[in-house]
């Protein structure tokens, strides 16, 4: 059966489209706790975390259906937290002798790092095979939301033959929150738009994109701790105050160290520039058209900034969410 993308109808059209999930999905959903989120349908739990029936199916085919190659990146992120950015920094990095990041036909000038570096749950099974964004056939490069606990086993198990590597990314909660809400009411994830009061609640409770957002973040942290080899642990605050730092630390645990050459002759820098917010939001790809789900590209680029959300959130609102961030991180060594 075809389950996989309509790529005439919006993505909140398509969640409700009888032939959209296999009847097996279906029955798994029909078992779920179901909740109204952000998402135009249900959110559904599942494994402890909140999802859109098109996330979940995402977690469930790779549960099933992937098979890694010896070198796979994944990069996950809770959603929001600079995804996009990432994205085409690590593209850039892996790909870097093929395209130097100068390069006048650099693929990032004419593909979205959404294309590039395609989001599990957007794909069909069928397609991971075809995914091909790395210039070493054994790498591939994919992006996700899926808690740690609920990635197959062999993205984190040692005893197994695959070196697969995960770079972890989040972001400041208040940031993070401000973001998603934006992000809601820009590609109309609802019918109609919701309200900052609303949304607060929800994220609050975990009803989510893949909330509790805390959790998520804490499994990761945790991972990274016990298998640093395996899980790097990234923040987006970090990227932006200090990012040749992070570059060349992300260079080192993917094992593509850059050269003296390399230092000396400003790529670094040159990959900075090529993926900066000023660069990427103008690029004719990243301000126009839309995604196979019918997001518009631009709908990933707002403005980027550290500390936004302070803007947006009342006196209240930001001290309730410092306090559940330091109840959940609580003797975990990790604070925002
Ligand atoms: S998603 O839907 O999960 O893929 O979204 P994600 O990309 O994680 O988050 C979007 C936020 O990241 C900002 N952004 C960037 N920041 C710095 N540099 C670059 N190149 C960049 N691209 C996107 C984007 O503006 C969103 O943050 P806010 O705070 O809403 O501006």
Same mark, same amino acid.
């Given at each position: ?7 005439? *109808?919006?993505?909140?059209? *398509?969640?409700? %489209?009888?032939?959209?999930?296999? /009847? ?20 559904? *739990? ?16 790779? /549960? ?16 929001? &937290?600079?995804?996009?950015? @990432? ?41 991971? %095979? ?5 210039? +070493? ?10 808690? !740690? ?7 984190? %198990? ?10 972890? #990314?989040?972001r400041d909660?208040k940031d993070?929150?401000v ?18 009061? +609303? ?15 805390? +959790? ?15 899980? @790097?642990?990234?923040?987006y605050e970090? =990227?932006t105050n200090?990012?040749?730092? *992070? ?11 850059? &050269? #003296? ?7 670094? %820098? /040159?990959?900075? &520039? @090529?993926?900066?917010?000023?660069? =990427?939001?103008?690029?004719? !790809?990243?301000?126009?058209?839309? #995604? ?11 403005n980027g900034l550290v500390g936004d959300g302070k803007k947006y959130l009342?006196?209240?609102?930001a ?18």
């Open positions: 059966m075809y389950y996989g993308p309509i790529m005439d *109808q919006p993505l909140h059209q *398509q969640v409700n %489209d009888e032939n959209f999930h296999s /009847q097996e999905f279906k029955d798994l959903l029909s078992s779920l706790p179901k909740e109204r989120g952000l998402a135009p349908t249900y959110s559904y *739990q599942y494994q402890g975390f909140w999802y859109s029936p098109l996330a979940l199916r995402g977690v469930t085919n790779c /549960q099933k259906h992937f098979h890694p190659r010896e070198n796979d990146i994944f990069l996950v992120t809770a959603p929001k &937290s600079g995804t996009t950015w @990432l994205k085409a920094i690590l593209y850039t990095l892996i790909n870097r002798e093929a395209y130097p990041p100068q390069t006048p036909s650099h693929p990032l000038l004419s593909k979205t790092p959404h294309q590039l570096v395609p989001f599990f749950e957007t794909l069909d099974p069928s397609e991971y %095979d075809a995914v091909c964004n790395s210039s +070493d056939s054994r790498t591939r490069i994919f992006a996700t939301h899926i808690p !740690v606990d609920s990635l197959p086993r062999f993205f984190t %198990d040692d005893s197994t033959s695959s070196n697969c590597k995960i770079v972890y #990314l989040c909660i993070n929150f973001s998603l809400f934006h992000f809601a009411n820009k590609v109309n994830m609802r019918p109609s738009p919701i309200s900052l009061a +609303d949304a607060f609640e929800l994220f609050c409770k975990g009803i989510s994109a893949v909330g509790p957002i805390w +959790d998520q973040i804490l499994g990761y942290w945790k991972e990274s701790l016990e298998k640093p080899h395996k899980v @790097l642990f990234m923040r970090e =990227m200090e990012p040749r730092f *992070q570059l060349r630390r992300l260079a080192h645990f993917l094992g593509k160290p850059f &050269s #003296l050459e390399e230092e000396n002759t400003g790529v670094l %820098d /040159q990959i900075i &520039s @090529l993926c900066s917010f000023d660069t =990427m939001s103008k690029l004719e !790809v990243n301000s126009t058209g839309i #995604l196979k789900h019918g997001i518009s590209n631009s709908s990933f680029f707002r009342t006196a209240d609102m001290s309730r969410l410092d306090q559940i961030t330091e109840e959940k991180f609580h003797g975990s060594g990790l604070s925002f």
